[in-house]
């Protein structure tokens, strides 16, 4: 089996309700779908979500890294020569959610081709994955609001709140909101996106301590070496390191740094097979996971269930993978369903990517 052809299709789906958090907003799905075709008929498919506050990257870079650099360098190998095609794909730097793009879409040829979802073969541990619901920055009624219609509607009961804003006691006064209004089995988490310093930090946790938070995400700049170290040493939660750590080589800096003590894992930039690395490095030092949301639509959010269901570590905790419901429509053909709190994997050769050719047609802005 051979790379025939790369096709990458920039696309836009507005959402309707907009997602803030403290590094961007997102309003639109500005993606890219890439789709690798075979000598053999066979297709891999993955969405790649540029997000330029995050890694510098936007739907323009990923299409030009894809269509000028990656594509020219792995068309007419084999698909299964995977270690052949990382090596080629690691020569360039950066360009996370490209590079894992193209991963995801050879690990659905290789499911496709072997007739197994991938999930099976990254690791088969679970046929389903509990969902992590992500709340972005508004009032505190509204936040308590929104989080009491997706338990009862779906069931989740995981809840990650977006805060890193100023005044303090705007995210202060949502945690106590929450927890109050959602009572004492919800699991509640937080994610800064680099908004406050360590020092803000400390007094955020300080001033949350009876909520019982279960883990603080990328608080504030992990370059800030010291304050930070000195954070993850004496907080009482893990601190959880998403942006600082794309790559398995980051993580390993970070987590032997003492820049972080958890690790949010996100294939939308690290493809499975990066994911794999970090996973491995996570399991072997002892150290929590959480499957991370790029803010992906239901193709992104199916690769996320995928990898997620298909080890023990990364099946312990609810992933984030409800980002999608804020947007107004989708490039999947059967749209996924969340019941009971839980994404089933479909139980299909590949991912279960199966796309909407009309929607396509309708939000493609290659024409
Ligand atoms: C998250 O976990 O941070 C927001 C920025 C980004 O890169 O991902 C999202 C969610
Ligand atoms: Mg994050």
Redesign the pocket.
Known sequence: MKIERIETIPYSIPYTKP?A?A??E?TDAEHVLVRIHTDEGLTGVADIPP?P???GETQDSVLAIINKVFAPAIVGLDPLERGKIHRILARTVHNQTARGGLDIALWDIIGKAASIPVSALLGGYATEMNVSH?LGFKPAPELLDEALRVRSEYGITTF?L?VGRKPLILDIEACHTLRDGLGPDIDLYL?A?RGWTANEAFEVLRRTETVGLSLL??PCDAKEAMSRRRLVDKSPIPIVG??SVPTAGDVSRELLSGGCNAV?I?TA?SGFTEAQQILGLCTGLGVDVVM????DTQIGTLATVAFGAAHEATSRRAG?LS?YLDMSDDLLADPIVIRDGKILVPQVPGLGVEIANEKLERYRQDK
Do not use: A, C, H, P
């Open positions: 997602l958090f590094s961007g997102v997000r506050y995050t890694y992500m990650k977006k994610d996106n995400e990328e998403d942006e949010s996100k930039r991370g949301n790029q803010i984030e980002n």
